[in-house]
């Protein structure tokens, strides 16, 4: 363990993270007393909000810098009596309010398979690391993609389980009491197997005792490791944001191989996905200056005064219909039975949503997730394609991602003919975004039903397994 300890230590100075944990030596002269935890001698990384006793939780925000947590985090007290070795805390975001990774303390982190390109975020510093092999398994977190677009932009596997499943308690927040959409942590790992037996080693009692908000479900292995046939739902395009040809050819590609596999497909839409994604998610962060520059763009409109956004959002809704509703959004909920009046809708949405789900009778439900990785200073100023992962943070589903393929010459080409279906700027910019991206890892999102992880990643290993056999 301590030759391995010295070459993750060598990568780390090299890479962009926020904090190395030099306890690890102490814990590696610990480590052998507990060869029976599941993750004995397994070095693991951890997002910058996850809390380390006597390191920051900056969150890529000035104010919490030189503000050492006085205790681990929940996951990080497991992770070290399952025998794992947290060696380092990876960069972030600056708020954790974006899907690209940039902060004005520790910089921009960029993508292992092309410099040029974004890691993806707000758990990009994991990402990067494993993508790029200083790192086997990893912990992040999720309110938007959060785990599951570094591991898209990074050809990984990532996985957001049910809020609630796994502990939270230690992880900071840029803004706390934010309740309509909730976070949770969850592992990204090079492979499916890996986040199970992380999940496995996590549910478990010691966890179970340390916070008692968690409901007592240990990893139902069964269910993982069944092979019963699958009713899976499908979808090639939300109706929103027209995906790029890379993300189209991925879904259908998977779906052939599921379906010479025996399982049965059933399409699937999701319901009123424009106001699932503007009016139940969207939500108004503070933010101190300095901004970091890939967030400009981004956080100016929630600067306009609640007049001009409403007035431009009127005078804007016949030619930008998306930009129009952005702004309407932007102004906020105003009020606290207004607040109440949103949770409920919310509540209505998730509900109407699990009826439609039983409607079609499907046990999961496989499509797009953002891809290919995005050019450097494009991910603020494009939300739409946020669809693809946010509403599943809004409905409170278990969702992973799993790399299949990579672009061709020919999705390139297609590329060259993206109109999008509002063929408005939004539709522009995520053309620019991701030109550029041949040989660049694409993945498939995998979603099952609240409190189904197990079978999610069983689903998500099936993919993983076809996958590896049509490339033999």
Known sequence: ??????????????????????EILDQLETVGSNKEGLLYGVPVSIKDNCGYKGHDSSCGVLL????????????????????????????????LLSYDCSNPMYGQTVNPHNLQKTSGGSSGGEGALIGGGGSLLA???????????????????????????????????????????PSTPGPIARDVDSLAL????????????????????????????????LRIGYLECDGFQQPSPSMVRSVREVKALLEQAGHTFVPFQPLRIKEALYELMLKVVPFKIPLDP????????????VWLKKTLSFLLKPWFPRTSISLRALCGVGSVPKLWKQHAAVEDYIKDTIAHWRRCNIDVLLCPVIAPAYNLLYCAKNSTILSYTMLYNLLNFPAGV????????????????YAGIYQDVYDKLFKEAVTGGEGLPVAVQCVALPWQEELCLRFMKEVEQLVKQSRK
Do not use: W
């Open 1 to 22: 363990p301590k030759v391995v300890a010295v070459q993750f230590f060598m990568f780390c100075q090299k890479s962009h993270k926020t904090s190395l944990l030099e």
């Open 64 to 95: 919490h810098l030189e503000q050492p947590v006085q205790e681990d985090a929940v996951l990080v007290q497991v992770l070290k009596k399952q025998g794992a070795i947290p060696f380092v805390k990876t960069n972030v975001p600056q708020g």
């Open 139 to 181: 912990i992040g977190s999720d309110i938007g993609g959060s785990i599951r677009i570094p591991a898209s932009f990074c050809g990984i596997c990532g996985f957001k389980p049910t809020a609630g499943r796994l502990s939270s308690q230690g992880f900071q927040a840029a803004c706390r009491g934010q309740k309509s959409v």
């Open 198 to 229: 992380c999940m496995q080693a996590l549910l478990c009692d010691h966890m179970f005792s340390l916070d008692p908000t968690v409901p007592p479900l240990p990893f139902n292995m069964q269910i993982y490791q069944s092979s019963k046939p």
């Open 294 to 305: 890939t967030l400009k763009q981004q956080i100016l409109p929630y600067t306009f005064p």
């Open 402 to 417: 799993v790399p299949v393929t990579t672009v061709t010459k020919e999705d390139e080409e297609e590329l060259k003919h």
